[in-house]
């Protein structure tokens, strides 16, 4: 093992090269919950020697390969001198470092790096053992470069980015070790590690990939199953506040729709809600309540073949040409092309943005004194002599409203927004990390919402409780074990005070998954 290694002994190991990886393997790697290793069976190291080696027999007999003695893009008529071969790829890393925008943070750039090793380790790529090895101590070391998140149209891949990740492979521009941002090469030297001298094709192989939109899709896929969740706790401590029907949620009413993500909604909710229910006010509550299942079930279903498809991104081999060494065959295609996670992160926007508007109508409903059967205007703690100069979540609705209007903005899809880039020859392109970035923003956003309804629910539900008109609303231990946790963050709103820090820290708890165990036991 590489001087300078610190793996705690209680983390878990993800194997890379021994199975199909899944995208809980890559969120632990991201988020330091356990570390990437190489797998050391002797086929699979003698795999992926057996593509470098045919590789290199190939070009000493003179065999053309694309990209590694032509040019690229637009530029594959062109040939490269054999003297020029070896500088070829270094070319290429250095003159896609043009990428702009804010850096990917820590966790989306481990997520990067976990994608890109695995799909070079499915032994396609020509690569020599030596990169993955040097990729992999990336990982271990937690030596991360700094990826811009703008300049890919996601075919060729991910190539200005992952530019970056080549580059420090290599010893050039910077990283983030230790917590601050230091040159490639002399971190690479601290460590005992010798900048990697790039093969034939190795350049291209490390960026002509879909790494990038991946990695985030991984992340995208995992916040959304979480709020999901979410959505389904609140909805009940919605409906516990405003007094609605638990029978909207009955698994009997639900078995004559057999979806399965709306079952799994409304059967959480129902299971949420006590059976002994208080006085219903309405026979058929508003559909943000009423439809909530429906609403939140989509986004369950829609995650179902989206994880198929973000996990075979993620176990395939997706740069070009591809290199098989055991029929001893160079087969250029097109498998940078990241349409399936473009289409994968354009839907799951819009199904969160759903998620973001079922919650911003549910929080009107609660605020609004017209509608929530009791309740004091805008869930408004006061007393009743300084009522008037209180204003409880007013404002808080308000921004939810705000956030909410941007997140159904950004479901644009971005994969229909195609360019023709590189003299055409990229002429239709599938705006992959585009999408998940705005995946991303959309799912932020739609955090923040869920931060507001968060605390507008347990204030409303404890409004409930103290109403002399009504028996204390009966609460489920899991939901009042839910809000207890919610009030350590966050007291009772009984006088206006600035909310900003409480809404970050629920927002941070959320996008931490502090609930994305809700219902795994149920």
């Known amino acids: 093992m590489d001087a300078g290694i610190s793996c705690k002994p209680t983390l878990q190991t993800v194997t890379i090269g021994e199975r199909r990886l899944r995208i809980e393997d890559v969120l632990n790697v991201a988020r330091g919950n356990a570390f990437a290793l190489l797998s050391e069976a002797p086929e699979f190291m003698r795999r992926i020697k057996r593509g470098a080696d045919y590789l290199e027999r190939l070009l000493a007999n003179n065999g053309i390969v694309y990209g590694v003695n032509t040019g690229y893009g637009d530029s594959c008529t062109t040939s490269i001198p ?3 071969v070896a500088e070829l790829p270094l070319h290429l890393t250095r003159f896609h470092g043009c990428g702009l925008g804010e850096y990917l943070d820590d966790e989306a750039t481990l997520a990067v790096l976990v994608c890109r090793l695995n799909s070079l380790a499915q032994g396609y790529s020509g690569v020599r053992w030596e990169l993955l090895e040097q990729l992999a101590a990336l990982l271990r070391h937690r030596v991360l470069p700094f990826i811009p998140t703008e300049g890919s149209v996601g075919a060729s891949g991910d190539l200005t980015p992952l530019s970056y990740v080549a580059a ?14 230091r040159g490639a090469y002399e971190v690479l030297g601290e460590l005992g590690l010798v900048p990697l001298k790039l093969a034939p094709k190795e350049g291209l192989a490390i960026m002509n990939g879909t790494a990038v939109m991946t990695g985030l899709a991984c992340l995208a896929w995992k916040r959304a199953d979480n709020l999901t969740r979410l959505c389904c706790r609140l909805t009940a401590l ?34 949420d809600l006590h059976s002994d229910e208080t006085e219903v006010i309405r026979l058929q509550d508003r559909y943000s309540i009423r439809c909530a299942p429906h609403v939140i079930g989509v986004a369950r279903d829609a995650l179902t073949w989206m994880r198929r498809d973000i996990e075979n991104e993620l176990n395939s081999a997706n740069d070009n040409p ?69 204003h409880g979540f007013k404002a808080v609705q308000i921004g939810s409203s705000a956030w909410t209007a941007e997140a159904l903005k950004l479901t644009m899809p971005a994969s229909v927004f195609s360019r023709s880039t ?14 998940a970035r705005d995946c991303l923003r ?38 009042e074990a839910f809000m207890q946790d919610v ?12 909310l900003e820090s409480e809404l970050r820290c629920m927002t941070g708890l959320i996008r931490k998954g502090r609930w994305e165990e809700l219902y795994t036991n149920a």
């Open 442 to 479: 959309v799912l932020e956003l739609t955090e923040q919402v869920a931060a507001a309804m968060t605390l507008a629910c347990v204030q409303g539900v404890k409004l409930r409780q103290t109403l002399d008109t009504i028996k204390s609303a009966a609460l489920m231990p899991q939901v």
């Open 322 to 390: 591809l290199i098989d060494g055991d029929e001893e065959l160079v087969l250029h295609g097109g498998h940078f092309y990241g349409g399936h996670i473009a289409f994968a992160m354009d839907a799951l926007k819009t199904a969160v943005a759903n998620l973001a508007d079922l919650m911003d109508r549910q929080l009107a409903l609660l605020v609004d004194s017209k509608y929530n059967h009791g309740l004091p205007q805008n869930l408004s703690g006061s007393s009743p002599e300084r009522a008037p100069i209180n």
């Open 487 to 498: 009030a350590e963050h966050s007291a009772f709103l009984d006088e206006d005070r600035p």
């Open 238 to 271: 919605a409906s516990v506040a405003l007094q609605g029907n638990r029978g909207h949620f009955d698994p009997r009413l639900f078995a004559s729709k057999p979806h399965v993500g709306q079952n799994e909604a409304a059967a959480w909710i129902f299971d």
């Open 82 to 84: 054999p003297h020029l």
């Open 422 to 435: 590189e003299c055409h020859n990229q002429d239709k392109v599938s705006m992959g990390t585009i999408a």
């Open 168 to 181: 420090a492979l290599i010893g050039e521009r910077d990283v983030r070790f230790a917590g601050q941002r």
